[in-house]
């Protein structure tokens, strides 16, 4: 059985079952914009617009497009120049949740981090088996 929520679109009651963020109306709605978007985009010349170019087209929501190449239902391998914002920097990306170079730049802080990590304890560890320390005891 579900819960009784609001429809964040259209601030209507829904129930609620664990499928959809939205009311069937609302979803019924999206389901529209998508398939005029699809459409738009199925033209050979349309194949590579950007996303601003099929917002004014189609008057489609940017949030919309990004959730649907997020979820996988526009492919950027079709449609070259799609994606949705990096969660870090807001530049595109097409796969994860961060670009390219967020994820170049913290798997390289993380590195430091790790090396910075492995140099302290190797000084601490040199430091207890120095024979002044043993001898001080």
Same mark, same amino acid.
């Given at each position: 059985?579900? %819960?009784l +929520?609001?429809c !964040?679109?259209?601030?209507?009651f829904?129930n609620?079952?664990?499928? $959809? %963020?939205?009311?069937?109306?609302?979803?019924?709605?999206?389901? %529209?914009?998508y398939?005029?978007? *699809?459409r738009f =985009? $199925?033209?050979?010349?349309? +194949?590579?617009?950007?996303?601003?170019?099929?917002?004014?087209a189609?008057?489609? %929501?940017?949030?919309? =497009?990004?959730?649907w190449v997020r979820k996988? $239902?526009? &492919?950027p391998?079709?449609? !070259?120049?799609?994606g949705? !914002?990096c969660?870090?920097?807001g530049?595109?990306?097409?796969?994860?949740? =961060?670009?390219?170079s967020? &994820?170049?730049?913290?798997?390289? @802080? =993380? +590195?430091?981090f @790790?090396?910075? &990590?492995?140099? $302290?304890?190797?000084?601490?560890k #040199?430091? +207890?088996?120095? *024979?002044? #320390?043993?001898?001080?005891?």
């Amino acid at each position: 059985m579900g %819960e009784l +929520r609001n429809c !964040p679109k259209c601030n209507g009651f829904f129930n609620y079952i664990g499928v $959809r %963020e939205i009311c069937s109306k609302c979803a019924a709605n999206e389901e %529209e914009m998508y398939e005029t978007v *699809y459409r738009f =985009l $199925r033209k050979r010349e349309n +194949r590579a617009a950007t996303i601003e170019r099929i917002v004014e087209a189609t008057g489609v %929501e940017e949030d919309l =497009l990004h959730k649907w190449v997020r979820k996988g $239902r526009l &492919q950027p391998a079709l449609f !070259p120049n799609l994606g949705y !914002p990096c969660d870090n920097c807001g530049h595109l990306t097409t796969v994860g949740k =961060l670009c390219d170079s967020c &994820q170049s730049k913290f798997k390289g @802080e =993380l +590195r430091a981090f @790790e090396a910075g &990590q492995e140099f $302290r304890e190797s000084v601490t560890k #040199n430091e +207890r088996g120095t *024979y002044l #320390n043993e001898r001080k005891k």
